[in-house]
């Protein structure tokens, strides 16, 4: 089965794009996240990066990347 880019598949951060193929529905920061969340009722998780943290490469791994995640909406 082929991945389906989210949104930050247009960002430029390497940092966004890492995630860009991740079954969450990511949002870059602005507008259209906050607006998002305040329509579906849920709340902002904000990721700041972990290019170099363990711990966040792993959470990576075995949260984002699971296909149950597609139901996240994160910004």
């Known amino acids: 089965m082929d991945k389906k880019p989210n949104k ?14 991740n079954p969450v ?3 870059p920061w ?3 996240a906050f607006e998002k969340a305040k329509r ?7 990721s700041s990066g972990y290019s ?3 711990w966040c490469h ?6 984002f990347a699971q296909e149950a ?3 996240l909406y994160c910004y």
């Open 40 to 46: 579906v009722d849920k709340p902002v998780f904000f």
């Open 8 to 21: 930050l598949i247009k960002e430029k951060s390497p940092h966004l794009l890492q995630h860009a193929y």
């Open 52 to 54: 170099c943290c363990h």
């Open 30 to 32: 602005g507008d259209e």
């Open 69 to 71: 995640a597609n139901e």
């Open 58 to 63: 792993v959470h990576k791994s075995n949260i």
């Open 25 to 27: 529905k990511w949002y």
